[in-house]
């Protein structure tokens, strides 16, 4: 690995923490085999060391983007890891129901219903989660 990219992956895994938390990045990382830690150290260096990490938007914007992309193509899991994730990103419920409302239109209701459902699952398990630590 050269300085660039080395650079780059302490860049994205600095940036995937600081949205997604340390506990999921280390259950990926820890997780990782000989198969797969090409695809780990890919998407840290791609997704978070070179767009999550470029000036200009903020983490929120990025948080508001992701998620309507995410819901948008129905990637399920995603979503929710991203929902999780406005926890660490300072994007509101109400900017995640305005991204979702977009994806109604531009991407079809059926996606945004999913989109919906997902993030209320979330929420009420971040609600209890909160209400279980005072």
Not at 106 to 124: C, D, L, S, T
């Amino acid at each position: 690995m050269d300085d660039v990219t080395k650079n780059r992956y302490r860049t994205g895994l600095e940036v995937r923490r600081s949205v997604l938390g340390s506990p999921h990045v280390d259950r990926a990382e820890d997780a990782a085999t000989d198969f797969d830690r090409p695809f780990q150290q890919l998407i840290t260096e791609a997704a978070w060391g070179t767009v999550w990490a470029r000036p200009g938007w903020s983490k929120r914007e990025r948080s508001i983007v992701t998620l309507a992309l995410l819901a948008a193509l129905g990637h399920d899991e995603e979503v929710a890891m991203h929902v999780r994730a406005t926890a660490n990103t300072g994007a509101s419920r109400d900017d995640i129901c305005e991204a979702f409302l977009h994806v109604a239109i531009y991407a079809g209701v059926p996606a945004a219903n999913r989109a919906f459902k997902i993030a209320k699952e979330v929420f009420a398990q971040m609600d209890g989660a909160k209400a279980a630590h005072g």
